[in-house]
């Protein structure tokens, strides 16, 4: 059983930077992509950005230019770097593998919280 272990997060100024890290206890190349996503206070979940195995990666319009999702396949982490963070960046995020065809593991979560 793989599992996805997080770590990063806390809370930080706006403007400010930080780094989360998703690690496989397993080979991340077994995972057709790792995803971001995150759930904001009482808002739905949104996908902030994915990487494929072929790295192919897509950002959610809210992050575009500010964030970074990159992997290190000897180390079986993918990180996200999170830059001019934003109030409205605060939120709950978790990082997913998926395996094809149709297998999941979530990170457990990490809270990000933009503040002064």
């Known amino acids: 059983q793989v599992q996805l272990v997080q770590s990063g997060g806390g809370l930080v100024q706006p403007g400010g930077s930080l780094r989360l890290s998703c690690a496989s206890s397993?080979?991340?190349?077994?995972?057709?992509?790792i995803s971001w996503y995150r759930q904001p206070p009482q808002k739905p979940r949104e996908l902030v950005a994915n990487?494929?195995?072929?790295?192919?990666?897509n950002y959610a319009d809210s992050v575009k230019g500010r964030f970074s999702i990159s992997r290190d396949n000897a180390k079986n982490t993918v990180y996200l770097q999170m830059n001019t963070l934003k109030p409205e960046d605060t939120a709950a995020y978790f990082c997913?593998?998926?395996?094809?065809?149709?297998?999941?593991?979530w990170g457990q979560g990490t809270q990000v919280t933009v503040s002064s």
């Open positions: 997913t593998g998926w395996q094809l065809p149709d297998r999941y593991y």
């Open positions: 990487i494929t195995i072929v790295d192919d990666i």
């Open positions: 397993g080979s991340i190349a077994s995972f057709y992509a």
